[in-house]
C-alpha cells in the first residue's frame, strides 16, 4: 500500500497501533490527502466532530476504516443515515474493506478479540416480514405482527448460540461482494426464521449498525434501538451521514385526500377535525385527551385486526389517519391548507441524546457555511473541518446567462418551458454519456416532461425504487437521460458508478431550486428569527438550503478523482452562487455545446 509521504507529519500525536489498522483496513491502493486528514482528525479529537467534505473527498472509506480502528471490544459503531439507498453505499464500502480484514486478518484479529466483526442494519418490519405487502403503509406493520399467527416468531425465540453464530456466517459470506441491503435479508429469507428478530438478535452483537434518521430524532426509537443492541451511550461511536439534513423543519405529513378518504373509511371526530383544521392555514398545537385518544386507538385496531383476518383490509387511510394522530399529540402541527406537519425539535433538541457517545462524527457534502450548523446543533466544544475535493481539472461549471431562461415563477410560462425542453435536448447531444437533469419540484417536473415533451428515458417519483435506475444506467449500452428532482432521492448520496467510476457525463439543473414560498417556510424563519436573528433566519431558509440541493445534485457525477463530468445551471439568477461553484458563462446554447465537446472529447 502507498501512503502519502505526509503522513509522518500529520500523525505525530497519534499512536502507532491506530494507523497500522487503518492501513490494514483501508480498501484502496492509497490513502488520499484529504481522506489522511479526515482520518488524522477522527482518530484524534476527543470533541463532537462535524466534516464539511465535497464529492470525490472518499468520506465514506475513511469514516469506516477510522471507526472500526479505534473501536474497542464493548464497543458498537452506529451510523446514521438519511436514505434506504445510503445504507448501501456504507455496504458496499463495508464489503471492499471486509476483504482487507480477511486478508490481514493475522495483524486485526487482535484488535477485533479474534471474531471477524459483524455489520448489519436495522430496518423496519415492513422491510423484513416474509409475509409483506407494499400495499400497506410501514407503520401499519407493528401491529399486523402483532395480529399474525407467525411460526417463525414463536421458532426465532428457541434460537441457540450455535444457530446464531450459524447465521452470522452467512452474513460473512455475503460481504465480500456486497452491494446492498438486499444481500442481508437475503441470508435472513434463506434460515427459515424471522428476519426482524434474527436480525435484532444479531445486532446485539453486531461491531456495526447501519440504520435510519427516525431512530435518531425520534425519542422513543432511539430509546428502543439501545435497549434493543443493550448498549450504554457511553459504548457508542456515533457517525451521522448528510447531518445537514437534521435541519428539517418539518416531520411527518398527512395529505388532505388522505384525511378525506380516511373519513369515508372511519367517520371518526378526531379524523372530521382534522380535515377541518387543514382547510386553512394556521399553526396550533395538538393535544388530546388521553383516555379518548386510548379509546380511538382500540376501535382502529379492532377494525384492523377483523379486516386483516379476513384478508381485506379496507381501512389503511384511516389507520394512516389515526398514526398522524397519535404520533403528533403535544407537538406543533402546521397545515398549509393541501398537508398537515409537524414541526420538528430544533436538531439542538435532537443531538442532545447523543451527547454522551465516545466519539460523534456527522458530515456533509453540504455543510456550508459550517460555523452556523455548528452554532445549530448546540453541541458543546465541537470542532469543524472542512475538505475539498480537488477536482477542478474533471469538472467543469457552466451557466447559461440568458434572460430568457430566467426562473422565477412569474417567469414560468410556456414560452419558458419550451425555451428549457429545447435547450435541455441539445445539451444532451453534446453529453457523450447517462445525463442526469433535476427539476425544482416534481410539478415542475410534470409539467416539463407531460406537457412539453421534454425527451428523457426514466422520471424519478417519490416512490421510484432507486437502485433498479442505478441497475438500469449501469447495464445500458445506450446513452440514458433521467429527469429527476432537487432534493429528491437520486439527489442525495446516490452513486452510479460501474467498475468504480462514475456513469455520470452530465448534470443538469434547469432552474435554482428556492424553497417555495409557502406558509411552512414562514413559520420556519419565524422560528429561527427569534432564536438567532433575522439574517441568520433568511440564511437557513432560503440562501443555505438552495446552494445544498445545488452541491447535491450536481454531486452525483463525480465520485473519485478520475472521473469527468459537466454541470450546467441554465438560470441566470445563478451567478450571484460564483463562489461555490465557479460557473463559467454562456450566452447561448451553441457556447455551451462547443465548450462541452471541447472538454469532454
Known sequence: MVINQQVNKETTQIQKEEWNRVKDLFPFPEIKKDQLSFINRVLTTKNPLLVSATTGVGKTAALLVSLLAIKKPGEKVIIFVRT????NVFLKEFGLIYKKIIANWDKLKEHFNYNLPLVLTILGKNELCVKRNKKYPGEMYTHICSLTKCTLKQKTKLLTNTQIKKIAKGLFSVYPEMNS????????????????????????NADVVITSYPFLEDYFLFNYLFNRLKIDISKAIIAVDEAHNLFQVLNLEITKSILEKAVEENNHPFIQNLLEKITETQVFNYKLDDEELKNFEKEILKKLNIQYRKEEIKSINAYIAYHFIKESQGKRVISDTKRLSTINPLPSTILRKIVGAKKIVMMSGSFEPIHSFQRLFGLPKSEKLQLYSSNSKNSKYLILSNKDFNGKYQYRNEKYFLNIAKAIDRINKAIPGHVLVFCPSYKYLNELTKNYFLNVDIIETPKMDISTVQAILSNADEKKVVACVVGGKISEGIEFTKNGKSIIKGVIITTLPFPPPDPRNQI???????????KFAIDFTIIIPTVQRMIQSFGRAIRNETDKAVHILLDPRGTRFNKEFRFERYKTIEQIQKAITKFLL
Open 181 to 204: 441491503k438486499e444481500d442481508l435479508v437475503s441470508v435472513y429469507e434463506s434460515t427459515n426464521y424471522c428476519p426482524y428478530y434474527v436480525n435484532f438478535i444479531l445486532a446485539q
Open 84 to 87: 434506504k439507498a445510503q445504507i
Open 524 to 534: 420556519l424563519r419565524e422560528e429561527l428569527t427569534k432564536r438567532y436573528g433575522k
